[in-house]
Structures are given as C-alpha cells and as structure tokens.
Antibody
Framework: EVQLEESGGGLVQPGGSLRLSCSASGFTFGTYAMHWVRQAPGKGLEYVSAITTNGYTTDYADSVKGRFTISRDNSKNTLYLQMSGLRPDDSAIYYC?????????WGQGTTVTVSS | DVVMTQSPLSLPVTLGQPASISCRSSQSLVYSDGNTYLNWFQQRPGQSPRRLIYKVSNRDSGVPDRFSGSGSGTDFTLKISRVEAEDVGVYYCMQGTHWPRRFGQGTKVEIK
C-alpha cells in the first residue's frame, strides 16, 4: 500500500525554524517527483514546493521562496521541508504529495503553528 | 502566475440530483506535450484531499463513475451525476501545467 507519513510539525515562535519530514513506503520513492502543499485553518489548499526525482530541480511558491528549502533522500525514502523565518501566516497543515499526472497521493499532514 | 477561478464557491444540492462545478484558468493549460494537466480533488470534512480526476477527464482508481471531468484549454467542469451523502465536502481544481502549481479557491458542496 502506498503511504506518505509526515512528521516534524509543532509550535514554533515567529522567526523560528522547523524541519518537516515525509516518510514514503509502498512504492519506489526515487522515481516520483514530490510536492508540499499546505492548508491554513479554515482555508483552501496552497501549493508550497516541488522537487524532481533526483532532487536537482526545485520550485517554490512566492510566499515561501528564500525561506523554505525542499530536499529528498532517496536512500531513506524521505522528503524534507526545511522552514526558516517562520511567520504566523505559515501556520497550516502541511501535506506531502506524490506526483503522477499531478498531485496523486496525499499524506495525512502535519500541523505547524507559528505563534508567540 | 496562472490563476484558477472556481464557481460557484458554495453549492447546495439535493440528494440524487446532479451537480456541476466550473473551473477557469487565466492561461491555457495545454502543455507542450499536448496533454492538459488539470486535476480535481475532493476534501471531505476532517480528511486529507483525495484526487478524483487527472488530465481533465481521467478518473482515479476507486472513484465512482458518477464523477466526471470535461473541458479544454481554459474552461473545465466537474460533474456529479447524482449526488450522494458521502459527496459532501470541498472540491478543488488544480493546474499542473505551469509553475508554480495553483489551486482554485474551492467549492463547498452541501446537502439541502
């Protein structure tokens, strides 16, 4: 069974940092591009970032560019999102998503709260 | 950036009746390979999003055939032929042709 399990969320102060992880199982992780998508409380879905299979090419939403870094370790079947300079409007559920003709498989999400 | 505009944003429906959601993009979603990368997602209350449709009209595995997608270029539609109680939730379109990816605002489907 294809599974994506996010972790690393929590409460962090404004200006702080956090690293999210997404552990993949049930498929050959290294053959799929991956995304991070977030959803603020009561709001819609917002694309955050994407990374190609080999990690050489990445993309970011303007709202996180320069503050977030996506990466992956195919030997560990794990996707990462390093977040720094966190702001209250970064508070959201962060989903890890497998790409196949778009955003095919979603994890359950991990919650990030940025507050003092 | 491509802007995705859904309508309506709220859709009260009667059980057993059809429903239709529109999604328009500010640019053509036809990619250089000839494919159109338009996805539809369902998000039930308290759950992660689930993809229903990819490349405009292809249903994902396990998606009931009462869901159908259509459209081309910049205009797309998700139709539910006969709404069931389990269809309550928010529906999003998303373009996968241009960077950055963008979602529509979401359409909340509820039972009258």
């Amino acid at each position: 069974e294809v599974q994506l399990e996010e972790s690393g969320g929590g409460l962090v102060q404004p200006g702080g940092s956090l690293r999210l992880s997404c552990s993949a199982s049930g498929f050959t992780f290294g053959t799929y591009a991956m995304h991070w998508v977030r959803q603020a409380p009561g709001k819609g879905l917002e694309y955050v970032s994407a990374i190609t299979t080999n990690g050489y090419t990445t993309d970011y939403a303007d709202s996180v560019k320069g503050r977030f870094t996506i990466s992956r370790d195919n030997s560990k079947n794990t996707l990462y999102l390093q977040m720094s300079g966190l702001r209250p409007d970064d508070s959201a559920i962060y989903y890890c998503v497998r790409d196949f003709w778009g955003m095919e498989v979603w994890g359950q999400g991990t919650t990030v709260t940025v507050s003092s | 950036d491509v802007v995705m505009t859904q309508s309506p944003l709220s859709l009260p429906v009667t059980l057993g009746q059809p429903a239709s959601i529109s999604c328009r993009s500010s640019q053509s979603l036809v990619y250089s390979d000839g494919n159109t990368y338009l996805n539809w997602f369902q998000q039930r209350p308290g759950q992660s999003p689930r993809r229903l449709i990819y490349k405009v009209s292809n249903r994902d595995s396990g998606v009931p055939d009462r869901f159908s997608g259509s459209g081309s270029g910049t205009d797309f539609t998700l139709k539910i032929s006969r709404v069931e109680a389990e269809d309550v939730g928010v529906y999003y379109c998303m373009q996968g042709t241009h960077w950055p990816r963008r979602f529509g605002q979401g359409t909340k489907v509820e039972i009258k």
